[in-house]
């Protein structure tokens, strides 16, 4: 079965068939050259997007191949799923390998490892449209925020969320990547293939890449919400809080991605962190209440961000609090069709009351 089905994938030739399907597609995401820090967080925090243009003047993007790096750091150790490989192991396997779902490098600790100044004057920086990440208002204590991902053709990302509500952007620096994504919303269930626990805590995502590809690849296109699009060589996808993504390697690649909490998706991030203790990710072991230290840094640092965001919260509850009231008094408007009822957040926030 799993020989069957890697032929199949290695068949379904993904620099060939992968990119004409998406040209096709009604469900292209954007390709921006720029964008500015007002134009992002008015429009287009809640929408992916793929910007052509930043990555372009990172000295990594000018100076980074397999070569280049082996040359640098064949001997440093990475983080591969469960091992930790030096750099040369790794690319002998990604070089040699068959696999049909291929071991893939993901490394939180790459800029201590390779000595890497991240900033507007060092080897790589946030591009300036996604603004300042709140995050950055807890120094030490933020939870891991960047890594360095390298992996041959077919390796890639099953369906997940991003950690504790944050927003990412994955800048491709070599290679290329397919990106298949979904808003999450109150009528709509999880991504076709993927199951999800009631209190959204487990996921569960049976399939490899390639089985879900040839499972379910075509059903989930044609659902509505479905955004795909190829991030290609010196391209920055934006991946925005809540949406589920799966990534798979079309070439060999080598990408840096950063996770971050726009101004505009606070409420949200504060929100999770209070109500979702137990779905917490990536803190180090001794910070025990993220959701007050968080709330108690942005204080000192950001007071009327803050209350905007708290003021946000309480809206976001007490719209819940009211539906759930029309439910129990049985308002049968506001009942939703076959899922259930909508607490009606309005976006990830949302909430199925079975
Ligand atoms: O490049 C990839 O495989 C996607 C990475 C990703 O989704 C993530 O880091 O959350
Ligand atoms: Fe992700």
């Not at 779902?101 to 600790?109: G, I, K, N, V």
């Not at 890497?116 to 300042?132: L, N, Q, S, T």
Request: hydrophobic share 35%.
């Amino acid at each position: 079965m799993a020989l069957y089905l890697f032929q199949l994938a290695r068949n379904l030739s993904f620099p060939d068939l992968l990119p004409e399907l998406v040209l096709r597609s009604r469900n292209a995401i954007p390709w921006l050259g720029d964008l500015s820090t007002l134009d992002f967080s008015h429009a287009w925090t809640d929408r992916p997007f793929i910007l052509t243009d930043p990555v372009r003047e990172w000295p990594v993007y000018r100076e980074w191949s397999t070569e280049a790096m082996l040359g640098k750091y064949g001997d440093v150790s990475f983080r591969a799923e469960a091992v930790d490989w030096p750099l040369k192991t790794y690319v002998e396997y990604m070089r040699d390998n068959q696999d049909e779902s291929p071991l893939y490098l993901f490394d939180r600790s790459f800029v201590e490892k390779m000595d890497i100044r991240v900033g507007r004057d060092g080897h790589y920086w946030a591009p300036g449209c996604f603004g300042e990440d709140l995050f950055s208002v807890l120094g030490e204590q933020r939870p891991d925020s960047r890594w360095l991902i390298v992996g041959p053709e077919r390796s890639g990302s099953t369906f997940h969320k991003d950690p504790n509500a944050t927003s990412a952007w994955n800048a491709v620096l070599r290679g290329s990547k397919y990106w298949i994504m979904f808003p999450t919303s109150p009528s709509q269930p999880p991504p076709p293939g993927v199951f999800v626990s009631k209190d959204q805590s487990e996921v569960t995502s049976p399939l490899s890449i390639a089985e879900w590809l040839l499972g379910f690849h075509a059903q989930a296109r044609a659902t509505p919400g479905c955004a795909e699009g190829i991030c290609r060589e010196g391209e920055v996808l934006h991946v925005p809080s809540g949406w589920w993504h799966l990534v798979v390697n079309l070439s060999p690649s080598i990408a840096i991605t950063q996770n971050f909490v726009p101004e505009s998706h606070l409420a949200k991030v504060l929100d999770f962190l209070k109500t979702k203790p137990d779905q917490i990710s990536g803190f180090h072991s001794d910070v025990n209440n993220a959701y007050e230290l968080f709330a108690k840094k942005m204080r000192e640092r950001y007071p009327e961000v803050l209350d905007k965001a708290l003021g946000e919260m309480e809206k976001m509850h007490e719209g819940k609090k009211r539906k759930w009231d029309q439910l129990v008094n049985g308002d049968e408007e506001h009942v939703t069709k076959a899922r259930g009822f909508s607490f009606g957040f309005g976006d990830e926030g949302d909430e199925d009351v079975p």
